[in-house]
């Protein structure tokens, strides 16, 4: 899916403007017409995927316009702006390697991390609010800290879950050997 020329230079020029504060600010997803919503996300992958010098996996119209439709439903409160700024960001090398290959898991490995950093920023930014007005002193480290702490209660809920379901497991193949004895024991 290849954009017209003067389309793609217009969102090449709004992708250089993004910026987090800006971001932040932009309308989000679920704020705009699903239709406008759609257009405008297609466009802004079609254009990442166009400037890609990937040689052997990229996406196709079909691919882009899939992707579109899970990004609006996901991440509703989310920017369109979120996105350019994360494929520009994607695209200088600051969230990971392209490694041959351009697809909708990709983008979204790319747009988690950018949202990891734009709410460390947005933490960051409040810590700082907050130091002003009470008088403490809020520094790098400090910040840093905190946003290992929620890199780590993440780590640790997401350890959790998988241990849960794998006991989930576990207890249901009892359950059904179980059934399977006492089927054999009737018999």
Known sequence: MKLPTQQAMNLINIQTSRTFELCHQSPKVFQLDTE???KMTCSVIAMFNDSLKVTT???NGIEIYETAIMFCQKYTH?????LMLCLKMAKAGELGTIYNRFDTATLFQFFNTYLEMKWARYESKLASIKTENDGSVNTEYNTAVIAKERFEKNKVTDEKWKEAVRMQEVLDMKRELNALKNDKELS
Do not use: V
């Open 36 to 38: 406008f919503s759609l």
């Open 57 to 59: 996996e990229k996406m």
């Open 78 to 82: 989310e920017s369109i702006s979120d």
